[in-house]
């Protein structure tokens, strides 16, 4: 009966880890750094690494056993020990509450979106700053959440949902998509634009 109840606790404590998330590296010593490996096994090659004092590491997903986690490094994901990440104490991304820079391509495009504003930006255009004037956070069992901006001449709704995104150019993983359903405005057509977000630090 012991190990039916564990085995019954244990989907719900997994369920219960909500990512992307920010991480601090803990417990590495002061002249080591945290290698970041090809793949969840200490005896694949490194392709980077974190000092031992970095903060706001972006987790993308753990391994199958839970004791690796994905990070970015550089135009690649790679993977670190989980036991030597602290998670932040913060909202989980869907609630809205902490900033995330999106981007995406066709052409390139940046969406920065803190609890209040969000810009627009392109190669070309620094995007005015658009007023959110209607939120709607996710859940834990539903983790999609939406943003509807505003400004003078331009705007449109945000979807973001928690899954895995590719943005196409590089081997980076992501945690967030996105859906950018930008509305008709003087001189300018509708337009869906899809891409990938992280949480920002």
Known sequence: MRWLALGLIWPSFAAAQVLPALYDVAGVAGDDVLNIRAMPDATTATLGNLPPDAKAVEVVALSTDGKWAQVNAGEAAGWVALRYLRRQDRPDWFALQSSLVCSGT???????????????????????????????PGTPQN???????????????????????????????????????????????????????????
């Not at 209040?116 to 959110?132: M, V």
């Not at 331009?154 to 196409?168: H, T």
């Not at 993983?173 to 630090?201: E, K, M």
């Open 106 to 136: 066709e052409p390139f495009w940046t969406l920065y979106l803190d609890p209040k504003s969000a810009h627009i930006n392109t190669p070309d255009e620094e995007g005015p700053e658009l007023d959110l004037i209607a939120v709607w």
């Open 143 to 201: 983790q999609t959440s939406a943003v509807q901006y505003a400004s003078e001449d331009a705007n449109g709704i945000a979807v973001l949902r928690g899954q895995a995104c590719s943005d196409g150019m590089s081997d980076q993983s992501f945690g967030i998509a996105l859906d950018l359903f930008q509305v008709a405005s003087p001189g300018h057509a509708p337009q869906t634009r899809h891409g990938c977000c992280n949480l920002a630090p």
